[in-house]
C-alpha cells in the first residue's frame, strides 16, 4: 500500500477549474505544509468538489465535461504530477480515458469481465505489485501506463457496479501517500464514482425521455398517413430512428397463404443481390405448420417464430445472410382484432462513436409499442381506400367539429378594469386549440389556453375532457386559495401556487386516462386577481405567454418554471422529470398579455420562414396602445400577411389580456 509518514508540502492553488495542474506549479509550491495549510486545502477541494456536483445535478454539464476538473482537483489536493481519469462503458467493454495529465488522447482499453470482478474486490491496486489476475489488463494498458507513469490505480465503483478508475502518477516530494491522504483519496474516489452514476443516470433519464417524446411525436404522423406504402416506408423509418439501429425492414402477413412477404426495407437495396441490376429481390416466408420456429438456427426461424407465436425475437449476428447478417430483433405488428398484420424489424444498434451494441429490453418495449401504433398506421391506411371507412370517417369529423364549436366561447366576458380578446382558427374542419376566460367563485378569473396534439375525433374528444376537468376542478374552488390573502404588495400565496399544482396534476392523471399513448396537452392556466393585479401562472409545457409593459419592455410567463405537457405521463413519473410550478406576476395599467399556440410562431410563408417568437414580441409592442380586440386583429393581421400564399400550418389561436 503506498502509505507514508510525515512530510511537508505546500498548499497548491487550484482556483481555476479549466486547467490542470503542472508539475512546474506542484514544484514551484514546495514549502512546509502546516496543519492549517493542510486544513484549508481539504476545504477548498471539498468545496469545488460540491460546486460540481451541483453543476451535475442542475443539468448544465454532464461527467464527461467535468472529468477534467475532477482530475485537477485529485491531483491537486493529494500533490500528484500525473494521473488520468477513465470510465467504463459496459457496451463496448472498455474504459476510456476522459481526462489525463499530461493531455493526450489514448484509445480505449478493452476489459474483460473476468477484470471486472478482480476490480471490484480491490480499493487500491499498486503498480508494483500487480493482482496475478489482472496482469494481461495492464499488459494490454501498457502504453498508456508508461505515457502517464501510473503508479497507483483506485477502482471507481459503487456497491456491485465497476464505473472505472483513477491512475495516479508519481507523489511531488515523496515515494507515497501518507495514511490520511489514502482516506482522502477514498472519498475523493467515492464522489467521482457517484458523479459518472449520477451523470450515467441523467444520460439514461434523457435518452428515454428524447425517446418517449419522439414516440409521442412520430405515432400521430404515422397514423394520419391515409397511403399505404408511405405508411410502411414511415413505420420502417421512424423505427429504425427511435431504435438507433441501421436497417429496418416491415413485412405483411398473407393469412390465406401464411406467408411473410417483404414490404418495405431501409435501405432500400437491403435485400438486394448486387450482381442483379433488376431491382431488389422479393423475400417470401411460409410460416404453416411445417414451417420451422426454432430462434436458434436462422433469422429466417426467428421471424417464423415472431408471426407464429406473436412475441418478439432476436437472431444475433452469423453466418445467415439475410439483411446481410445483421443483429437483429423483430416485434409482431397487431391488428384490431388481435390477429398479426406483419413484423417490424430493426437491426444494428449503433451508438455513439458507431459500434454496435445489443439491443436492451428497454428496446424491446419501446419498439413493441411502436409497432402497436405502426399496426394502427397500416390498418388506417388500408381502410381509408375504401368507400365506407371514408364516408365515416367525414361523418366523424363533422362530430368533432359540433364538439368543437363547444369548447371556444362565443363572446369572452366582460373583466372589471381589464379588456380580453380571443381569436381561434382551425387549420382544418377539426382543430386541437383551446381558450377561455371563466368566472371564479371568489370573484376573480381563470384564463387558459391548450393545444393538443394531432388533430380530428380524438383531439376533440381529448379538449373536450380537459375543459370539463378544469371546469370541475375549478366549480369546486381549485386555484381560489390565497383570495383574501396578504395586502396588495404581497405576492407571496403559497397556498394558491399548491392548488394550481395539485389541479395540474389532477388533470395530467384524467388526460392519461383519457387518451391514448400518442395523445397529450399543452395547457398554461392563469389566476387573475382584479383587486391585487396579480397574474398567477402555472405552464404545462405550452408556448410561454408574452408580457409586454407599457413601457415596451417584456418577458415571457412560464419560460423558466412550468412542467410537462397534460396525459403525457403518469403522475408517478412527473417528478422524476420535470414538477409542475406556478409564479406570480403584477399587471399594471397599459400592460398587454398575449397568450398563443405554436400555430402562430411556426406560422411559415412561402420563403419557408418561420414567424418566430421574435416576431411576435416587435408585433406585440407596435400595437400595445391599442384595446385587447384591436391587438388581437392587428397579430392576426400580421400572421396572415406574412404567410401571405402559403399553406396554414396549424391551429391558430390568440387570447390578449389587457389591463386598463
Known sequence: MFLKKHTTLDVVSITDPSKPMSEDDLQAHQTPNTAEQTMERLIFSLSELEHLGQTLISGHSNFNHSSKTYLRITLGTLQVTRGAILRYHPTRQNLEVVASSPDEVFSPI?????????????????????????????????????????????????????????????FLGREALEA???????????????????????????????????????????????????????????????????????????????????????????????????????LIIPYGEEASVSLEATSIDMLRYVVKEGLPGHCPPNADTLFGGKNLMAVPIPGRDGDILGILVVGDKEERGGSIAPFTDEDVILLDSFAKQGGVAIENAHLHQEALEARQLQAEMEEARKIQEHLIPERLPDIPGYQVAGHYEPRGPVGG??????????????????????????????????????????????????????????????????????????????????????????????????????????????????????DGTYKWLGEEVGGLPLGMFPNDMVPNIADYEAENVRLTSGDVVVYYTDGVTETVNVEDE???????????????????????????????GFQGEADQFDDLTLLILRKQ
Open 110 to 170: 478493452v476489459v474483460e469481465p473476468s477484470d471486472i470482478e478482480s476490480f471490484l474486490q480491490h480499493s487500491f491496486i499498486e503498480s508494483a505489485s500487480l493482482p496475478e489476475d489482472l496482469k494481461q489488463f495492464f499488459a494490454r494498458a501498457a502504453k498508456f501506463i508508461k505515457t502517464v507513469d501510473i503508479r497507483l490505480w483506485v477502482p471507481l465503483k459503487i456497491q456491485d457496479e465497476f464505473l472505472g478508475m483513477i491512475g495516479l502518477g508519481s
Open 180 to 282: 490520511w491522504e489514502m482516506e482522502l483519496l477514498t472519498t475523493l474516489a467515492h464522489q467521482i464514482s457517484i458523479a459518472i452514476a449520477y451523470s450515467q443516470m441523467v444520460d439514461g433519464v434523457q435518452s428515454e425521455k428524447f425517446r418517449l417524446f419522439m414516440l409521442a411525436e412520430s405515432a400521430p404522423q404515422i397514423c394520419q398517413l391515409l397511403q399505404p406504402e408511405a405508411a410502411a416506408e414511415q413505420v420502417v423509418h421512424q423505427a429504425v430512428s427511435l431504435l438507433d439501429a441501421n436497417v429496418g425492414a416491415l413485412m405483411l402477413t398473407h393469412p390465406e397463404r401464411q406467408e411473410l412477404e417483404m414490404h418495405y426495407t431501409f435501405p432500400e437495396t437491403l435485400l438486394k443481390d448486387p450482381t442483379d441490376d433488376s431491382g431488389p429481390n422479393t
Open 433 to 550: 386549440d383551446y381558450y377561455d376566460c371563466i368566472s371564479l367563485p371568489t370573484g376573480h378569473w381563470g384564463l387558459a389556453i391548450a393545444d393538443v396534439s394531432g388533430k380530428g375525433m380524438q383531439a376533440a374528444l381529448l379538449m373536450a375532457t380537459l375543459r370539463a376537468g378544469l371546469l370541475s376542478e375549478l366549480s369546486r374552488g381549485k386555484g381560489s386559495a390565497g383570495a383574501d390573502s396578504g395586502g396588495p404588495n404581497d405576492l407571496n400565496v403559497p397556498a394558491l401556487y399548491a392548488e394550481l399544482t395539485d389541479m395540474a396534476l389532477t388533470l395530467n392523471s384524467l388526460l392519461y386516462a383519457s387518451g391514448t399513448e400518442e395523445k397529450y396537452a399543452t395547457f398554461f392556466y392563469s389566476h387573475l386577481n382584479p383587486d391585487t393585479d396579480i397574474l398567477t401562472t402555472l405552464n404545462a409545457g405550452h408556448n410561454p405567454p408574452l408580457l409586454v409593459r407599457k
Open 610 to 640: 418561420y414567424y418566430e417568437e421574435d416576431r411576435l414580441v416587435e408585433d406585440s409592442k407596435a400595437c400595445k396602445d391599442s384595446d385587447a380586440e384591436g391587438i388581437r386583429e392587428y397579430l392576426h393581421d400580421a400572421v396572415m
